[in-house]
């Protein structure tokens, strides 16, 4: 946000920005200036609009003479001899080379760097210029991403870069989102990618305790080249986080900060009094007279009253704010960087939010010439609470979840009373029909569930340059996360209440990880005969953690009102106490060789040692190779003025997944409360339970990723296009393969099964208009990815998944991925309409009986009546059943992607920023609750599209009758298209004036307003289509009880001092 | 050079621990090969097993409601699709979760054997364990082979995950294994008994010897038909009988009464399953099934909550027979007590407080041998009991005893007396003893303007409710609607008001062979074969054993499809009291293999018809 260059003429004073470069340069050609003067240069420097550019660094090539420009733009130096070549350079603008040529006076035009080959790029383990990258990596614009309002960097990563998919469970705040590059290799672990934050891989990443705004970079390692060099956690790709940290001068003060409002964007409409009272009577008559038709009410006396609507109160307008404060400086010895950040996060659903309390500090120091030392230590405090709104239901009763609830509480009592003063319903009793809920308002203004988090990272580095070419860097860390879990539930929440046994209940859990890491890296870096550039690197790298969980639940705590702290009271508690490490030590090496610039050649080997495998087993080796062939840089494409640089990439490697339990090669017995048994009606004993069957010959899964990608920039950079194409294999999966249970046991990892994706991504960016006044530049990224299970284990030829759901659903798997087809793929029944008169025989006494060559619908022939729901046949044997569940639904989009554009004018800056997945679907489970009453509960509103459902003078085709849900299935009828275009971030800021600005004696200052999640176009039916409740590779897109993703609406200021 | 040795210490310091760094050990399991190394182990070991049984993949829940509530004598209430009404494929979750329970139980059983020996103990105790463990083994695959048919056989732990194709076994090798661990076990059980345990929670000796009549008198039957096996089946029962270790409790409620109030009857219980607690604290050790799906209907928890889902027929309910002398409507009164406590003629109703409403349709009643009422523990769970279930009990012995001497001998003496010594008990003889069978007015007498009171003294016994009837004046008759119990002599009868006198009556004793199985019902061993089947229905109805029954008996199908007629003939009205009729194919002899297995076990085969 800085980067704007503020026009100069000639009787401008400097600004804070060329003053403090001139300053630098002046501190690092003082001692300079008595070199031997033989021949006096001068010139003005000027940009491309022809304005002068002071504090341009001139040098002459060779030697450590230079001088810099002036606020006109003019330099003058003097030259060892007329054939030495003085180098222009300054951030922002290409650099320039002039011989001198016996010239006396140099006027030069610097151009600005747009994309810029130049720019360095961070790779594992070192860095490259963009220019000579072989290997696929996406880098993030950050002064895109800074735009959002948003808690993590992740929150606002989606769509940004091709390849990178990233979607959110639900909105409720503090949660992470999940992120997959280039499509899931494994099918039952965990796919997301490897964290590399300044340096320290982190396989569970700590985005929560990372302020957005201290990240210098975000680059995203896609293809084997680039991630092999990670070796055994290379598979899923790498996210490699560089903070910001202190530069040469004085220091900068910034602070910037926002506070805004949060809004949920949807409701369901829901019936109305008469609706529903009318739905109720024919749910249960009697019922509907005791309660709603007494005091000689009627049904009509319904029609006009207004209905209690719970998702009011549910609802809140929430707020986020944010502030950041840095400060960053340093001379030619020592840079430094303080920042800290409060962050709070009120949500949209009451008594939640999301609260981080963060600080870092960076330090950098030359020791010596040879030496240069630094630290770096991240710490943040955070704490996300309220209750879980799409959690999996413990007792697997839909009933409980907090949405359901609300939705479902009866709009009217009856008796013209408030049903919305107690927790309880008195007409809804969990005792009928397993209705557990309760009022939801009370029970989450109740509920506690807070979720602290405190981490530290802690880094250090040593860098030794041994002699000139070859520098040691010995780097060390540690990353310490405590997670503390609380729960309590009082006698006014839905779990805690008179009603169920465990009565008030609370728990206590603390997950500490903590990880520590050894870096040696040896790097050597040589010219050889001008054109042969050779960049060699190797090291050994160790790294240990040891992770733990440990607490108790607590039930029938006597004295609610002492909270947590009166857990310890509970006649019965339950204490956990779990603890785990592993170790990795790998070797690594790469080269990197470029002859002119023109060929480029990386080759990189790690060589991983885990203690996750069974000795023998425990190393893998991973390879990979990539070529670049910069044909830019050859006389045939030279000449062409149009194209700036033109580059095809391919690359080949070997790359491997870990996640794997800490001692999956070994079979365990354990002891838990489940397997006991009670003799002579004592207290049970403890029994053994078989945990675990272990597989000593378990080794690393392998991803194979071929990669072929090409680069072309035209114009001067106006016209930037990357293009890749990959396949990635992954053989010998980490399979938490199936078992015949003759085993004892349902699974077992197991080396077996193969996957693929393969994809296209396209990324755009175009510097549409570019001049004095007005900007205006796009960036369009997508991505297609399609995955393919090749095999699994034994003779399986498909793999089901079930979600938590409810009792009913549960036993029917939602999902599965079938050899040959996609990993996660919708799971049940065709969907056929409605049951109508013309499907049944009257018999003379009025009854309707299902004609013999229509199907059933799972139900018994003899009670399906017109109105019921009605499903495809697909075996054609006349009845429903498992036997005709096919693949109803696609669970992975077809494309995703993401579309920037950029303007400025003037002092203004206005950005938007859209994001779209296509061709995935969703399975909107709230409708099997809500839209027919999937569970025949009474007493449940439901959504107010229901009430045009069938009866007999309306013969819907969509909508069946009442009790005529049939029985529990997944079908089509709940699969919609999840596809959706939205206008994620809009952010317009404006730069005080120069004038202004300076009157308050700041440098800078920018005031903005931030918008998150503004405006979505889908045709999904339910509250938000970014919605994944029950999310793992085989189960994506799941939908009930979400928390909506919230808008977000920001004021904001960026100011520095 | 200093440097170089500084960079040669680096990486030799660093090669070194990094071996250290890859040798983790696991401090929160222990990997099996590391326990079972004393006696304690060994018993954490067994109670797993016993859990394995208990659990809700077997009897906790899934075995009994999914698969034994839909025969001639019980029916499911609501259930019209589904396996509980035998409409089930080879995807079949509770088939698969029975099976996935059955061989978990296993597993863990044969990793204790496999290492029974490791420890040094004593040598008793290790006995008592391992035939314990060989018994649950045994019967495991009883379970499996009655239900699957040919099954994998494994008596070793998985040593492999990579290599798991294991074929099935043929049904008479299953069974031969199952002799051989039973067998094994009742020479290792001879000190355990159950009154040398004091409760009947755990395998005794007398225990294996019941099972093993049974495994041989199901190896008699269907479908391996080795007739031969009857005499095992004999001699093994009979082995309990002559142990003396055993009787049946006077009282046929009390038994189940009992299991509510967690009390032991180890006389009348050879092996039961215990549940207990109310499931908190996550220690879920209850049962869903007795008294719970298979309890009387009641949506009030402090009464005890019950789903009152597994139904009686009208077939079970007249089975019992009635008084011919009751006047009760709509049913007359039974003088088989086994009747009413079987077939609740109440429930508690669908409301959140209990209210006894009276059921008198014998298509609806619900299953009343396991009654949360009377349960002591509070608060119970809404959705588990604590009430034991009994897997095996002294009546069956007696009538497994009476079964296999009939195939053998045709209807001995000691195989009536067998069949009649349960009977009395279901008739009460044992508990309330002789009642007042007629009272024979001998005058009439004169001048009754009103019924006088019959008026019953001495004898020793209460509870007589006799009405007399008068016609001009005159006691002309008395009927008796009680005829009460404790009676050791004839009481003297005397009629007191009614404004008349001189009537005088005499009373006849009820005789503890009232309850005997009459003589056209022991004419030959075929009649005699059909009084112990219906026997075993009245006696071990929801017990688990009448659909194994049919099956074994060999007309399992044709039986069903009789009923189903006598069914629509005898008032069953829903479809969920016709359905299992209706459904019931040849192929559901056999559960189907699961899918789960056959799909990653490539040496399985399926069963017919799936």
């Known amino acids: ?1057 | 050079m200093k440097k170089k040795y500084i960079l040669m210490m680096l990486l030799l310091t660093s090669i070194s621990s990094c071996k250290k760094l890859l040798d983790t050990t696991p401090t929160d399991f222990i990997s099996p090969e590391a326990y079972y190394q004393n006696a304690d182990q060994l018993q954490v070991g067994l109670n797993s097993v016993y859990d394995s049984m208990a659990g809700t993949l077997v009897y906790g829940s899934i075995y009994p409601y999914y698969f034994n509530t839909s025969t001639d004598l019980e029916h499911n209430k609501t259930v019209t699709t589904g396996s509980i009404v035998y409409q089930y494929d080879p995807s079949d979750a509770n088939i698969a979760s029975l099976w996935r329970g059955i061989y978990a139980g296993i597993e863990r059983d044969n990793l204790l054997l496999s290492s029974i020996d490791q420890p040094k103990m004593d040598e008793t105790k290790r006995n008592v364990i391992k035939g314990e463990a060989l018994f649950l083994r045994g019967y495991f695959y009883f379970l499996l082979v009655t239900n699957f048919g040919d099954v994998p056989l494994l008596i070793t732990p998985t040593a492999s995950v990579v290599d798991v194709s294991v074929p099935r076994t043929p049904t008479k090798d299953v069974y031969a294994q199952i002799l051989k661990d039973l067998t094994a076990a009742e020479t290792l059980l001879q000190t355990q008994t159950a009154a040398s345990l004091g409760y009947s929670g755990k395998i005794t000796k007398t225990a294996a010897e019941g099972m093993l009549a049974r495994v041989c008198l199901y190896m008699s039957g269907y479908p391996l038909n080795d007739h031969s096996k009857y005499q095992g089946a004999y001699n093994w029962a009979k082995k309990v009988v002559d142990s003396k270790e055993h009787s049946l409790n006077p009282d046929y409620t009390q038994i189940f009464i009992n299991y509510a109030q967690d009390k032991y009857e180890i006389k009348e219980n050879l092996w039961e399953l215990e549940y207990w607690g109310n499931n908190t604290g996550g220690v879920n050790e209850g049962s869903r099934y007795t008294g719970q799906w298979a309890g009387i209907l009641c949506m009030d928890q402090s009464k005890g909550y019950s789903n009152g889902l597994v139904n009686t027929t009208r077939k079970l309910f007249d089975s019992y027979g009635v008084d011919p002398r009751s006047t009760t409507t709509p049913n007359k009164a039974s003088l088989d007590l086994r009747r009413d406590w079987n077939c609740a003629n109440y429930t508690w109703g669908s409301t959140a407080t209990a209210t006894r409403a009276n059921n008198t349709n014998p298509w609806t009643m619900c299953s009343g041998k396991w009654r949360r009422e009377y349960e002591l523990l509070t608060p119970g769970d809404k959705n588990y009991t604590p009430e034991n279930f009994p897997v095996i009990r002294y009546a069956d012995v007696l009538l497994m005893l009476a079964e296999a001497s009939n195939e053998i001998n045709g209807p001995t003496q000691e195989a009536i007396d067998a069949v009649n010594l349960v009977r009395r008990r279901g008739w009460g003889k044992f508990s309330k003893g002789e009642g007042i069978k007629t009272i024979n007015v001998i005058a009439g007498g004169a001048g009754y303007t009103t019924v006088p009171i019959v008026a019953i003294t001495g004898g020793g016994g209460t509870g007589v409710v006799a009405v007399a009837k008068t016609t001009s004046g005159k006691v002309t008759s008395v009927a008796i609607t009680d005829q009460g119990g404790g009676f050791t002599s004839i009481p003297t009868i005397t009629f007191t008001g009614g404004g008349g006198a001189g009537a005088t009556a005499s009373a006849t004793l009820t005789l503890i062979t009232d309850a005997d199985l009459d003589a056209t019902q022991t004419a030959s061993p075929d009649v005699f074969r059909q009084a112990i089947k219906d026997e075993r229905g009245r006696e071990l109805c929801f017990e688990l054993l009448r659909r194994p029954d049919l099956i074994r008996w060999g007309n399992f199908v044709a039986d069903m499809k009789d009923f189903g007629a006598y069914a629509k003939a005898n008032g069953a009205t829903t479809v969920a009291m016709t359905a299992p009729a209706d459904n019931v194919a040849p192929r559901n002899l056999l559960l189907p293999i699961p899918t789960h297995d056959l799909s990653v076990n490539k040496a399985l085969t399926q069963n017919p018809g799936y």
């Open chain 1, 1 to 1057: 946000m800085y980067k704007e260059r503020p026009n100069y003429d000639e009787n401008r004073k400097p600004t804070w920005l060329s003053n403090m470069l001139f300053f630098v340069w002046m501190c690092c050609l003082l001692p300079l200036t008595s070199v031997a003067q033989t021949l006096s240069v001068s010139g003005v420097v000027k940009d491309e609009n022809n304005n002068t550019l002071p504090g341009v660094s001139i040098i002459v090539k060779g030697t450590k003479v230079g001088t810099v420009s002036d606020i006109k733009g003019y330099y003058s130096l003097k030259a060892t001899n007329s054939n030495a070549i003085l180098v222009f350079s300054y951030i922002g603008y290409e650099t320039l080379e002039r011989p001198i040529g016996g010239s006396t006076t140099i006027n030069v035009v610097l151009q600005t760097k747009s994309s810029g080959l130049n720019e360095v790029v961070v790779v594992g383990y070192g860095t490259v210029k963009k220019g000579d990258l072989t290997g696929a990596v996406a880098q993030v614009k950050m002064a895109d991403l800074e735009k959002a309002p948003v808690k993590s960097f992740d929150d606002a990563l989606a769509g940004r870069l091709a390849g990178v998919t990233v979607t959110a469970n639900d909105g409720q705040p503090g949660t992470v989102n999940n992120i997959v590059i280039r499509g899931a290799g494994s099918v039952t672990q965990d796919n997301s990618p490897l964290y590399v934050v300044d340096g320290f891989p982190l396989e569970d990443g700590a985005n929560n305790s990372i302020n957005p705004s201290d990240i210098a970079s975000i680059d995203v390692l896609k293809d084997a080249s680039s991630t092999a060099i990670y070796g055994a956690r290379g598979a899923n790709g790498v996210i490699i986080i560089t903070t910001k940290r202190g530069k040469n001068g004085p220091p900068v003060i910034s602070y910037d900060g926002y506070y805004g409002i949060q809004k949920n964007q949807t409701t369901q409409a829901l019936m109305n009094p008469y609706e529903y009272v009318r739905y109720q009577q024919e749910v249960n008559p009697a019922n509907v007279a005791a309660l709603y038709f007494n005091n000689g009410q009627t049904l009509d006396s319904y029609r006009d009253m207004v209905g209690l609507d719970l998702q009011k109160q549910v609802y809140q307008i929430g707020s986020s704010q944010s502030h950041s404060l840095a400060i960053r400086g340093g001379n030619d010895k020592t840079r430094y960087s303080i920042s800290g950040n409060v962050l709070n996060q009120q949500g949209v659903i009451i008594n939640s939010g999301f609260k981080r309390y963060q600080g870092r500090i960076s330090l950098d120091q030359n020791v010596s010439a040879h030496l240069k030392v630094g630290a770096n230590v991240n710490y943040s405090n955070s704490v996300s609470s309220g209750t879980i709104v799409g959690q999996s239901p413990a007792n697997s009763s839909v009933t409980v979840s907090l949405l359901y609830a609300v939705w479902g509480y009866r709009p009217v009592s009856g008796n013209g009373q408030a049903i919305d003063d107690d927790l309880f319903d008195p007409a809804i009793d969990a005792n009928l029909n397993s209705d557990y809920r309760v009022n939801p308002i009370i029970s989450a203004q109740n509920e506690l569930r807070r979720a602290t988090v405190n981490n530290l990272i802690a880094n250090a580095y040593a860098e030794y340059q041994i002699i000139p070419d070859l520098t040691l860097k010995v780097s060390g860390g540690i990353t310490n996360n405590m997670l503390r879990a609380d729960a309590f539930n009082n006698s006014q929440t839905s779990s805690g209440n008179s009603r169920n046994v465990n009565g008030v209940n609370g728990s206590i859990y603390y997950t500490p990880v903590n990880t520590w890491l050894n870096e040696n890296i040896l790097t050597y870096k040589k010219t050889f005969r001008k054109d042969h550039v050779l960049n060699i690197l190797g090291g050994y790298t160790m790294q240990g953690n040891t992770s733990g969980t440990n607490g108790y639940f607590a039930i029938n705590v006597p004295n609610e009102s002492l909270g947590l702290d009166g857990l310890d009271e509970s006649p019965s508690i339950t204490a956990t106490s779990i603890s785990s490490r592993w170790g990795l030590a790998s070797f690594l090496g790469r080269l990197n060789y470029t002859y002119r610039s023109k060929y480029l050649l990386t080759a990189s080997f790690r060589s991983d040692g885990s203690s996750k495998f069974a000795k023998g087993h425990q190393w893998g080796y991973f390879p990979s190779a990539a070529f670049a062939w910069r044909m830019s840089n050859e006389d045939f494409m030279k000449n062409i003025a149009f194209i700036s640089d033109s580059k095809l990439r391919l690359s080949y490697g070997a790359t491997g997944n870990n996640r794997v339990g800490d001692f999956a090669y070994l079979s365990q017995i354990n002891f838990p409360a489940s397997s006991v048994y009670s003799y002579n009606n004592g207290t049970p004993l403890k029994g053994t339970t078989l945990a675990a069957i272990g597989n000593p010959n378990l080794k690393w899964e392998t991803t194979l990723q071929a990669n072929i990608g090409y680069d072309l920039s035209l114009f001067r950079d106006r016209i930037g296009l990357t293009v890749d194409v990959y396949r990635k294999t992954t053989h010998d999966l980490l399979l938490n393969a199936t078992l015949p249970y003759t085993t004892g046991i349902g699974a077992a990892f197991k080396n077996v099964g193969t996957m693929q994706n393969q994809g296209l991504e396209f990324t755009l960016n175009t510097v549409n208009v570019r001049n004095k006044s007005f900007s205006w530049s796009s960036n369009f990224n997508i991505s297609f990815n399609t995955n393919k299970v090749l095999a699994l284990t034994e003779n399986q030829t498909s793999l089901k998944s079930s979600v938590n759901f409810s009792s009913g659903w549960n036993d029917n798997p939602a999902y599965i991925a079938v050899v040959g087809q996609p990993v996660a793929q919708m799971y049940g029944l065709l969907w056929d309409g409605v049951y109508q008169y013309a499907d049944f025989d009257k018999t003379p006494q009025g009854k309707y009986v299902l004609k013999d060559n229509i199907s059933t619908n799972g139900n018994d022939r003899s009670i399906i009546q017109p109105g019921d729901i009605k499903y495809k046949d697909i075996n054609g044997d006349g009845v429903i059943n498992s036997s005709d569940f096919t693949v109803i639904g696609r669970g992975l989009p077809v494309h995703t992607g993401g579309f920037t554009n950029n303007f400025t004018y003037k002092g203004f800056d206005l950005s938007l920023f859209f994001q779209w997945s296509y061709g995935n679907d969703l399975i909107n489970a709230n409708r099997l609750i809500f839209e027919g009453n999937g569970n025949a509960n009474r007493n449940l509103n439901q959504f107010a599209d229901y009430a045009d459902r069938w009866e007999p003078d309306n013969p819907s085709n969509t909508l069946f009758r009442t009790g005529g849900q049939g029985p529990t299935y997944f079908s089509s009828r709940v699969i919609e298209d999840g596809s959706y275009l939205r206008l994620k971030t809009v952010s317009l800021g404006y730069n005080l004036p120069a004038q202004f600005v300076k009157a308050l004696t700041i440098r800078s200052a920018r005031i903005y307003v931030s918008g998150q999640n503004l405006c979505t176009w889908t045709r999904y039916s339910g509250p938000d289509p970014e919605v994944s409740v029950r999310n793992s590779t085989l189960t994506p897109g799941f939908d009930y009880s979400a928390y909506p993703n919230p808008r977000t609406i920001v004021f904001g200021l960026n100011v520095s001092f």
